[in-house]
Each structure stands twice: as structure tokens, then as C-alpha cells.
Nanobody, 115 residues
Framework: QVQLVESGGGLVQAGGSLRLSCAASGRTFSSYAMGWFRQAPGKERDLVATISWSGGFTSYAESVKGRFTISRDNAKNTIYLQMNSLEPSDTAVYYC????????WGQGTQVTVSA
């Protein structure tokens, strides 16, 4: 069974940057499309970025387009989310999973953006 471990979150001022990582263990996920989700307090868990199994195709929610970049390193079984120009509205717990949410959720990583 695949296990997901997210890391890289923290507290940052508005306009700052963070790079999140999601490492998968237990089974290679190189053949799967993957995504980053986020959940703010009291809100649904939303998909914000996806990447194809090869990394050749990416898509983003409108709210993060132009600011976030998803990437992957299949040799390391890891996906990344580079977040630039962060805004207070980006504050949330960030999770990775397949777009269909097929893998048990990891613990997520908290991102807090101060004004």
C-alpha cells in the first residue's frame, strides 16, 4: 500500500514562497497522475494542481494559476509544489493524492500566510 508524506509547509509573509514535497513509499506511483489538494479551516478539500504520470501535462485551479508550479521526480517517488507570491487566502493544510483520491491521505503540511 502506498503511503504519502507531505512536508515543507510553514509560516511565511504574504508575497513569500514555499516549496512543498510529497514522498510516496510502499509502491511506486510513477504511473499515476498526481495532484495537490488544500483544505482551509471550515472548507472543503480542493484540488489545486495536477500533473500527469510523465510530468508532461499540468493543470491548475484558477486561484493559483501563474503562482504555483507542480512538478515530479519519479526516480525519487516525489512530487513538489512550488508556491510563489503567496497570499493569506493560500493558508490551508496541503495534501497530495491522485486526482481521484485513490490513496489513503497523509497527514498534510500546514501553510500559513500572514498579511
Amino acid at each position: 500500500q502506498v503511503q504519502l508524506v507531505e512536508s515543507g509547509g510553514g509560516l511565511v509573509q504574504a508575497g513569500g514562497s514555499l516549496r512543498l514535497s510529497c514522498a510516496a513509499s510502499g509502491r511506486t506511483f510513477s504511473s499515476y497522475a498526481m495532484g495537490w489538494f488544500r483544505q482551509a479551516p471550515g472548507k472543503e478539500r480542493d484540488l489545486v494542481a495536477t500533473i500527469s504520470w510523465s510530468g508532461g501535462f499540468t493543470s491548475y485551479a484558477e486561484s493559483v494559476k501563474g503562482r504555483f508550479t507542480i512538478s515530479r521526480d519519479n526516480a525519487k517517488n516525489t512530487i513538489y509544489l512550488q508556491m510563489n507570491s503567496l497570499e493569506p487566502s493560500d493558508t490551508a493544510v496541503y495534501y497530495c493524492n491522485t486526482p481521484s483520491k485513490a490513496i489513503p491521505w497523509g497527514q498534510g503540511t500546514q501553510v500559513t500566510v500572514s498579511a
